[in-house]
């Protein structure tokens, strides 16, 4: 324990060395190698670059050991890739967020990107990406993209947030267990590396639970601590916090946490109302942090109303009414896939929407009326909401309830999905606060424990047997001896043993730590050929507007700090809709988030959805001078489709077929 107490007296000191490390090596777990498969593997060396990732085996089977055997790669890989595999299925992240972030640092941090031709993209809404703008102070883990420039400043963004979760896990964990410092140890790592806060950790869910934590953590520490100067520091962490919890605006997984927020503050708030604590300089000092944050959250929403204004009027998202019961009665053995996800590719579903957690509310909840006696529950208060809140979540998952209450409550933004993977982490740190309370018991009544474990025990034995909706991923034997191994491990912390700590240590690390893959660089953007040959033609042409046609790379072009009228696009572009849409004949079709795809052609232009989130644009070669655009970025030879009165090709065929053609307008 001595070493422990050494390693946790210093563990802010090693936080920041190994952040200085992580940063200065240019390591991040974004999945962004995927681009050598998806169209640009040609490097500047004229050789093609590859990428092991997880759509590389032909095998049925999960082979967890022959798959880490493979999993470390010293030196790196040729896409950079150092530890795991990059991820095809986030595509989220490797082929939106991280490229929106790019865009940034190569064209000036703007709140208004201005390479989204015409009108620019609003940054804020797109992802929360980096912004020169004072909302930046809730924002954290951008800050690298100002002044680090691109690579590293994708460093610091998963530096920073994956230690800072880890840190913040740590110190919560210290609140909800009284200071068992050695099971907040090992909260620390089962929050952050939970599979669903590591499937979406670059995406929403990440960043609502790294500031709901933040948040958590300064209100307990502000409110208990009598020194103003520390007081201050904390005030100015709340206001941070507050300001980037608000700014992700995705009330999905917000207004669930938001709940859980306030009743943390009720409880600890009213607590040290109830001992005396809060002084005039601390209401003084409250006030002032919900007004600074509160002004900054104000005046950025302010800026983006327009934006906002047009996500809210899409077709798709749009703006939906949700009242839960969405999910079936045999996804609560959803959580036993966890461990096989890193390693095998589901074909029912997908990681990301399968992914949750292993947590013990469904074997401890029942046991809670016969081990918490009437004197306890004060000081167990907020343990006890955590385990209400998450039973409740996981009611409104499966049952669905009346409209008028979900708008009320405002869960009508929030999907039963979401109400799922948000009780994924409510349902971790449930378990972290049960723990920590039976290993203090003094009459642990084993009994009672191992009775109240066997209904819920033997339900999910039964789901396993009689279920065939993950027959063709996980056989039932797979699936029991997962289950039988989650049951032992619980059984183990019943009776207080460390190598509980240990076996769940090895459960995290294989279902969340295996997730994202850790990674050198960006050069497999920066080093390829089409790249460097697209910021030569754009230095001796800087106002240029640039398309991308029959192809996949309609991301690449903003990614360099190129106008272009190409991307993904959080709401419609109106100006750009008016030039190709002038009668409105396809709203429909563009009135949405999108990705955007065009192929020329000598008929008439039109417009059509492949999904939801993809529009297809059939472009009349003739409106191309109406848009103004110089090149063209396409794996077809446009002078030989449309001559060479319109065309001349100045790059290409590479190794990939791409082809750059400048228009003659």
């Known amino acids: ?243 980037g919890f608000v700014l992700v605006i995705y009330p999905a997984f917000q207004v669930p946490f938001a709940y859980l927020i306030s009743a943390f503050f009720l409880i600890y708030f009213i607590r040290a109302w109830k001992m005396r604590l809060l002084t005039r300089f601390d209401w003084i000092v409250m006030l002032g942090t919900l007004l600074f944050s509160g002004g900054i959250i104000g005046y950025t929403l302010w800026e983006s109303r327009e934006a906002i204004a047009l996500t809210l009027n899409t077709v798709y998202p749009g703006s939906r009414v949700s009242v839960g019961g969405g999910l079936k009665l045999h996804q609560l053995i959803e959580f036993l896939l966890n461990i096989a996800l890193p390693f095998k590719i589901p074909t029912f579903s997908n990681q990301v929407e399968l992914a949750s957690s292993f947590q013990f509310l469904p074997l401890f909840f029942l046991a809670i009326p016969f081990l918490i006696k009437k004197d306890q529950v004060k000081d167990n208060t907020f343990g006890l909401f955590l385990v209400a809140y998450t039973l409740l979540l996981t009611a409104y998952a499966f049952i669905t309830i009346p409209e008028l209450l979900s708008k009320v409550t405002l869960f009508s933004f929030v999907t039963s999905s979401r109400a799922w993977q948000t009780v994924s982490v409510t349902g971790v740190f449930a378990s972290v606060w049960f723990l920590s309370y039976i290993w203090e018991m003094k009459d642990k009544k084993i009994w009672v424990l191992l009775l109240t474990m066997l209904p819920s025990s033997l339900l999910l034995a039964y789901l396993v047997v009689v279920d065939r909706n993950y027959i063709s991923y996980l056989d039932n034997n797979e699936m029991l001896k997962i289950l039988g191994l989650y049951l032992v491990i619980y059984l183990l912390f019943i009776f207080r043993s460390k190598l509980a700590i240990f076996s769940m240590l090895v459960l995290i690390l294989l279902s969340g730590w295996t997730v994202n893959p850790i990674v050198r660089g960006i050069g497999v953007i920066e080093n390829k050929a089409i790249s460097v040959t697209i910021k030569k033609i754009v230095k001796q042409d800087q106002n240029a507007i640039w398309m991308t046609e029959n192809g996949k790379l309609y991301q690449l072009p903003q990614m360099l700090g190129v106008h272009s009228i190409d991307g993904v696009r959080f709401y419609p572009d109106l100006k750009l809709m008016k030039k190709l849409d002038p009668k409105n004949q396809f709203e429909t079709n563009w009135n949405r988030y999108s990705h955007l795809n065009y192929i020329l052609t000598t008929e008439e232009t039109k417009m059509t959805n492949p999904s939801p989130d993809s529009l297809s644009i059939q472009l009349n070669v003739k409106s191309l001078e109406s848009l103004e655009v110089d090149y063209i970025l396409t794996n077809r030879d446009l002078v030989s489709l449309f001559g060479s009165d319109k065309f001349s090709k100045v790059y290409g065929a590479d190794q990939d077929g791409n082809m750059i053609f400048q228009y003659k307008n």
Not at 79 to 89: K, L, N, S, W
Request: glycine share 6%.
């Open 1 to 243: 324990m001595s070493l422990l107490n050494k390693f946790l007296k210093y563990r802010y000191l090693i936080a920041l060395l190994a952040f200085v490390i992580g940063v200065s090596l240019n390591l991040h777990g974004s999945s962004i190698s995927n681009w050598n498969k998806y169209g640009i593997s040609q490097t500047i060396w004229n050789s093609q670059s590859t990428t092991q990732n997880d759509f590389n085996s032909d095998s049925d089977k999960i082979d967890i050991e022959s798959n880490l055997n493979n999993w470390i790669s010293i030196p790196p890989r040729a896409d950079g890739t150092i530890v795991g595999v990059p991820r095809m299925i986030r595509t989220d992240e490797w082929l939106v967020q991280t490229p929106f972030y790019l865009s940034q640092a190569n064209s000036g941090n703007q709140l208004i990107n201005p390479t989204y031709e015409f009108s620019g993209q609003n940054m804020i809404v797109a992802y929360n990406a980096p912004v020169r703008h004072i909302s930046v102070i809730g924002k954290p883990f951008n800050w690298g993209f100002l002044f680090l420039g691109a690579s590293r400043g994708l460093s610091w963004y998963w530096c920073f947030k994956i230690i800072g979760m880890l840190l913040l896990s740590f110190e919560f964990g210290m609140i909800i267990t009284k200071k068992n410092k050695l099971l907040s140890l090992l909260g620390s790592a089962w929050i952050t590396f939970s599979p669903s806060v590591q499937w979406w950790f670059m995406q929403h869910l990440g960043d609502v639970v790294f500031f709901s934590l933040l948040i958590m953590v300064i209100i307990y520490h502000f409110l208990f601590t009598a020194s103003k100067k520390k007081k201050l520091l904390y005030a100015s962490l709340l206001s941070s916090a507050l300001i």
